[in-house]
């Protein structure tokens, strides 16, 4: 009965999520004592400092790799990437918050506290080798993300964005849950490993294809993959301007993760077509839409879906270059997007008002830095290179055409050439159109100015220097591809019922 | 093996057999011995004491929702308590330190709810303007 | 690996100053500009020095990797710089008379209105010239490579608001992307063949490769493909056209990038893949005729040119041919020696124009100075010395690289007493038009604007170089141009600091020690046998020869003397009588203009008719127009299914989960 007590080491090992729902309950019992003006200026700054301790925390986490609880939780290159990058974008996040909770009069207390529980939820999706676990973060995340989207009390949008987002997250978590029960009538457990040794040992019984199918619409829906991908666009449209940062990023970050840990590390059996058409129709749906589209949130909920299209063409590859491929890609797009939308939430004003395209017209004579730098973050999206962008399309489509996925790579080509349109078209916009009527574009703020230089210098960073990345990106691949030996320690696994 | 696989479901068999014939014997037999006088209000489908039939956009206060949101959440949490109590021997310390944490941020939540006034069913408006 | 020098460090520091020159060099005052500018070249050039204290403590060649870079299946590139006996060598040249020329544009560039613009610049070309001697691989070297060709662009259209400068640059740049564009070749060429770019795996894997001698094989490809990019880069036959249209640029840039550096970068290219061309003997043969051949041609093309950076621009070509010919014959120590003395003379050469130019108010034609010994003396005696030194007279510095690289044009397996004799009659023209410069500059009678004349030149852009966008940022040094003056203290310190250099540069190579240094980078095969035939050739014929190019030297100094001061008349005369001939050689053998109707025009006209009205409006546009609105269309019927309902999305994604259920049963079953 050793095993039932955990080591400090467990403890470790699951410091970035106690150390974002520490300063997450902080923020909580903090809210209802400060009156609006006080809120929003300490939990900003409370809530950053957790993201921040939160980073440290993953990045102390990385010293001790290996399995905690019972082997529900494992810490490898795998889940510190994720962690880093989750953390970094919550921060990034947080600080393009500040403004924004003042412009659109938003209360700050909850909104904080949810970011941090979410970011509980996405860390933990991403260590976890456990489906139930796995489960159970996909909803810490989910929810906080679902009330999270109706933070703009006063617009109907909003409000019909989370309800939305709510009804079908939770249609589609019940797809995900139901994969897991089969899953586990298939093969006697919800540990992947586990799973995984069970369908190498016994062969793949019927029902594990059924479960497979089940977990890929649950995680198809989070990752806004066509056909799972009709919500984004309404609720990317009413949500606030960070939150759709956060959500295209980190929590599909975090659904990612899942992702190739279940397909990869589980080498799921029968999954090869199901991306290969998820990720076909993904791109082309995605592209083909926003180009008529003329508010620049939903092209960019449209762009976000094309985005999923491509991160899964990474899918189709060969794992070795494709998981590397892949990280290398949510990285990348996490920094370009929550720059963009940075941006967008900036200019947007009080109510987000100014959302569609004409209002972006003559923005790079009324404000150049704020032009120059949603410049940067566009062509990056188009993937023009010096950009992270670049590179992340380039190692995706280079590992599917190593997999000999000459049609993918195509159909991915041919739509990154359509998405270049509409990308460029905001660049026209801003800075070939004549400005129509009277938009005073606000001083851009500490906090914000803050932001945008990150994400540029990542967007930058990873467009000139991709190597660093890239090199801690093929490491986590390999050891997802051997997870058994380093995965199998001394310690049996507990029966599942006990847990 | 198969006989012993059936066999042992029997018993399920007859209790739902006994189920059917005992609800439909008692309504059949109401209906050739009952006395039947209908009435407007008899009629009309029972919906555990509400009235069935109106105007679906009645108001009620949000607070009933509320409460009854709150009740569930703090209910299934304390639920918990039970299987927790049975291991806890074999927890040791390490249960009851578990459990003090799970507590506290139980806790944090009353804390925050009470603070935020949602307990407070006098007040015409939640104290700091929102939940 | 031995302990970590830091080397990055070197490249680093003058790109921290370009930044902080570029950025906030505006609102600095000029003190703060220029102290910035030399202090980051100067930490560069002690940086480089400190370096050089070490190698005795070191191995050779160093190898330290500063970060991954690309990393693509097998093949990476990485951040990692390269230190061996040459790249140290190039390190010190460049950042040494990086470090001098930064000090001297601070005088000669004061009262522009872009100093800190021409700063910041100077200062990012040390980063990409350092980074391309630096650089461990070809690919980081590229990078320098096009670093610098960018560079150079800014700086020879560094005043841009005049036409000539600003096409000048574009015509540099132009000519050097097709360079470029064999470099590149040979690059991917190397990648497809070795699957490396690192010079210490690459050559490795060559190392052992016997040389193609009978025919032409895969390396010999290279190397004429590297050539062609070193011919772009170093101004070579049928390359050089834009070195001279590069003389647009402010002095010091010609003096740093169009003289003593960066057209060095080819030389430097061609002698560090060493190993590709020892191996390619016929590769090797068509460097040493393109080097001989553009030695002699742009030697011819500067006797009759009359603007003094003209002159010494085709001068820079001629020796470059030199340094490629010594390469050519394999003697690639002797072409690196020529290198560095080149860097020294050339570099004193032009500051010493930039500081004639400057004293007689930016006048650069011959025609009208003369007599300036009198009033510019420092100036006179440093460029006697580079004189001196680049006509090849003993003890000064050019005389031992040019007497080596002949010798070795003589007596290397590779060479030839074809080489070796068109060697002496360029050297004999060297000497004869760089003494005519001498002459026509400060010798005789002043023939410039006089003091009366003072009015007059107040009311023309008295500019340095006759093209400043701001003239009165140029006209207020106090004494006005109506006499040549001497330049300020901080132009004439590096003129003497080259000029001792150009005196006492060759002396490193006395007893062979300068070659025994870089011995072990050549150390490869054929060099041995360069050395050994060499010796066999025997002592006497090599003074023999030595005197013979020394009479060369003389007899040009004299054939100039006679011409340009005993008697100033004849030269107009004997180039009447000429007739065509020299009409051909002042007009530069109307290259220039053969390039224009060959390829410029007919390039122009196709581009336009063609490409612009044929494939761009037609075709490409109109494909295009076709598919967006094609697409447009697609996209406005795939629009409703987004209806906003949320029972049909709930729809979509129960029929998708359905779809996906089927297909993979489907595939379960199967």
New interface residues.
């Given amino acids: 009965m050793t095993q039932t007590i955990p080591q400090v080491a467990d403890y470790i090992r699951i410091l970035p999520e106690l150390v974002l729902a520490f300063f997450g309950l902080v923020v909580m019992v903090l809210d209802p004592l400060l009156d609006d003006e006080g809120s929003r200026k300490t939990l900003g700054g409370i809530a950053l400092l957790g993201a921040l301790c939160g980073l440290g925390a993953s990045l102390w986490m990385a010293q001790s790799p290996g399995l905690a609880f019972w082997n529900m939780v494992r810490v490898d290159s795998f889940s510190v990437f994720f962690h880093v990058l989750i953390t970094a974008i919550v921060a990034v996040v947080i600080l393009t918050s500040y403004e924004y909770m003042a412009v659109q009069r938003i209360r700050a207390g909850e909104y904080y506290g949810l970011i941090l529980f979410g970011a509980v939820g996405m860390t933990l999706m991403s260590s976890a080798v456990e489906l139930v676990l796995i489960f159970i973060a996909l909803e810490i995340s989910s929810i906080s993300s679902y009330v999270l989207a109706g933070f703009r009390r006063r617009e109907a949008s909003s409000s019909e964005s989370s309800l939305k987002y709510f009804l079908l997250g939770s249609f589609a978590t019940a797809f995900f849950l139901y994969g897991v029960a089969l899953m586990f009538g298939a093969t006697g457990s919800t540990n992947i490993t586990a799973i995984s040794q069970a369908l190498q040992a016994k062969g793949v019984p019927r029902l594990a294809y059924v479960a497979v199918a089940l977990m890929f619409v649950g995680l198809g829906f989070k990752v806004a993959s066509a056909p799972f991908h009709v919500w984004t666009p309404d609720v990317y449209e009413g949500a606030p301007a960070p939150i759709v940062a956060l959500m295209s990023t980190g929590s599909k970050a975090a659904a990612f993760a899942v992702l190739l840990r279940v397909m990869f590390e589980i080498n799921t059996p029968g999954r090869f077509w199901l991306i290969w058409v998820s990720a076909a129709l993904s791109m082309t749906l995605g592209n083909l839409s926003a180009l008529v589209q003329d508010n620049v949130k939903r092209l960019l909920a449209y762009s976000s879906i094309a985005h999923a299209g491509y991160l899964l063409v990474a899918f189709a590859a060969q794992p070795g270059p494709g998981i590397s491929a892949a990280m290398f890609y949510t990285a990348s797009y996490a920094a370009m997007n929550v720059g963009a939308f940075a941006v967008v939430s900036h200019f947007a004003g009080a109510e987000e008002r100014y959302v569609t395209l004409a209002d972006y017209a003559g923005l790079g004579r009324r404000s150049p830095l704020l032009a120059a730098t949603l410049t940067i973050f566009l062509l990056s999206l188009i993937g023009i290179p010096i950009t992270g962008g670049f590179f992340a399309k380039f190692y995706v489509f280079s590992a599917a055409l190593k997999s000999g996925l000459v049609w993918l790579t195509l159909i991915g080509l041919l739509n990154s050439a359509i998405g270049a349109y509409y990308y460029l078209r905001i660049i026209v916009m801003m800075y070939m159109r004549e400005p129509k009527g009277e938009i005073t574009v606000r001083r851009i703020p500490a906090s914000l100015g803050v932001a945008l230089a990150l994400s540029v210098l990542a967007t930058l960073y990873l467009g000139v220097l991709p190597g660093r990345v890239l090199d801690f990106a093929l490491r986590s691949a390999t050891q997802l591809m051997q997870p058994h030996r380093a995965a199998i320690t001394p310690a049996p696994t507990p029966p599942v019922g006990t847990m | 093996m198969p006989e012993n696989y059936i066999v042992r479901y029997l018993p399920l068999l007859f209790h739902m057999l006994i189920a059917a014939v005992l609800a439909g014997g008692m309504v059949v037999l109401s209906y050739f011995v009952g006395y039947r006088r209908p009435t407007r209000a008899k009629m009309s489908p029972y919906e555990c004491g509400m009235t069935p039939v109106g105007d679906a956009r009645g108001r009620f206060s949000v607070k009933f929702y509320l409460v009854a949101m709150l009740f569930i959440l703090f209910d299934v949490e304390a639920v918990f308590l039970y299987p927790w109590a049975v291991i806890l021997r074999q927890l040791k310390m390490f249960g009851f330190y578990e459990m003090m944490v799970y507590i506290g941020i139980v806790l944090v939540g009353l804390f925050y709810v009470w603070k935020k006034g949602v307990l407070d069913w006098n007040q015409t408006s939640t104290r700091r303007g929102t939940i | 690996m031995t302990p970590s020098l830091h080397l990055w460090l070197i490249p680093i520091l003058p790109l921290v100053g370009a930044a902080i020159n570029g950025l906030m060099g505006r609102r600095c005052s000029r003190h703060a500009v220029s102290g910035v500018a030399v202090a980051f070249s100067g930490a560069a050039f002690a940086m480089a020095l400190w370096v050089a204290s070490q190698i005795s403590s070191l191995s050779l060649p160093h190898l330290e990797l500063l970060?991954?870079?690309?990393?693509?299946?097998n093949f990476q590139a990485?951040?990692a710089f390269f230190l061996d006996q040459l790249s140290l060598l190039m390190l010190l040249v460049v950042s040494g008379v990086g470090f001098l020329i930064h000090l001297y544009s601070i005088g000669y560039m004061w009262d522009d209105a872009g100093f800190s613009r021409f700063m910041s610049y100077l200062n990012l070309f040390m980063f990409f010239m350092l980074t391309l001697v630096l650089a461990g691989n070809y690919l980081l070297m590229f990078i320098g490579w096009e670093g610098v060709g960018l560079s150079s662009y800014l700086l020879i259209g560094f005043w841009f608001t005049k036409d000539s400068a600003a096409s000048a640059g574009k015509k540099a740049f132009i000519v050097n992307r097709i360079g470029d564009f064999g470099f590149l070749i040979a690059l991917f060429l190397l990648i497809k063949h070795f699957n490396t770019l690192n010079f210490a795996q690459l050559f490795e894997q060559i190392r052992p490769l016997q040389p193609e001698v009978a025919g032409a094989g895969l390396l010999t490809a290279i190397g004429l493909l590297l050539m062609v990019g070193a011919a772009g880069k170093s101004a070579q036959i049928p390359l050089y056209v834009w070195l001279p249209d590069a003389m647009e640029g402010p002095t010091p840039v010609s003096a740093l990038i169009h003289a003593a550096t960066m057209v060095t970068a080819g030389v430097y290219m061609v002698a560090r893949s060493h190993l590709i061309f020892d191996r390619a003997p016929s590769a090797l043969t068509v460097v040493a005729i393109i080097g001989t051949l553009t030695a002699l041609f742009a030697a011819t093309i500067g006797i009759a040119q009359t603007d003094i950076k003209k002159v010494l621009a085709y001068s820079t070509i001629s020796q470059l041919g030199y340094m490629f010919m010594a390469c050519g014959v394999a003697a690639y120590s002797a072409g690196v020696f020529h290198l560095m003395t080149h860097a020294f003379f050339k570099g004193l050469l032009f500051l010493a124009a930039g500081s004639v130019i400057h004293a007689v108010g930016g006048e650069q034609d011959m025609r009208r100075m003369g007599g300036l010994r009198k009033y510019i003396p420092w100036t006179f005696w440093t460029m006697t010395v580079a004189t001196f030194a680049i006509a090849g007279f003993p003890p000064l510095a050019g005389f031992f690289s040019k007497d080596e690289i002949l010798w070795k044009a003589y007596s290397s397996p590779h060479g030839s007493w074809v080489f070796w004799l068109i060697g002496v009659v360029t050297a004999f023209i060297t000497s004869f038009y760089m003494f005519r410069l001498w002459f026509l500059t400060f010798f005789g009678e002043y023939r410039g604007a006089q003091p009366s004349s003072k009015a007059k030149l107040a009311t023309e852009p008295a500019a340095h170089d006759s093209h400043a966008p701001d003239p009165h940022a140029h006209d207020n040094h106090g004494h006005g141009h109506g006499t040549p003056h001497e330049s300020p203290m901080i132009m004439v310190l590096p003129l003497a600091i080259l000029a001792v250099l150009s005196f006492v540069g060759g002396w490193v190579a006395i007893g062979g020690r300068f070659e025994r240094f870089l011995a072990p980078v050549f150390d490869s095969g054929l060099t041995a046998s360069v050395a050994e035939s060499a010796a066999e050739t025997g002592g006497s014929t090599e003074t023999l020869l030595m005197g013979i190019s020394i009479a060369a030297a003389v007899s040009g100094l004299f054939l100039a003397w006679f011409l340009y001061h005993r008697q100033p008349a004849l030269p107009a005369r004997i180039a009447a009588s000429l007739g065509g001939v020299y009409t051909a050689v002042y007009n530069k053998y109307y290259v220039d203009d053969l390039y224009n109707t060959v390829f410029v025009k007919p390039l122009l006209k196709g581009s336009t008719t063609v490409l612009w009205h044929g494939v761009d409006q037609a075709a490409i546009d109109g494909t295009v127009n076709v598919a967006?609105d094609s697409?447009?269309h697609?996209?406005?019927s795939?629009?409703h299914?987004?209806s906003?309902n949320?029972r049909?999305?709930?729809g979509?994604?129960?029929?998708?989960?359905a779809?996906?259920?089927a297909?993979?049963?489907w595939?379960?079953?199967r």
């Fill in positions: 970060s991954p870079w690309i990393r693509a299946g990485d951040f967006a697409a447009r697609v996209s406005d795939v629009r299914m987004q906003g949320l049909s999305y709930a979509w994604v129960a029929a998708g989960a779809a996906v259920i297909y993979i049963i595939a379960g079953v």
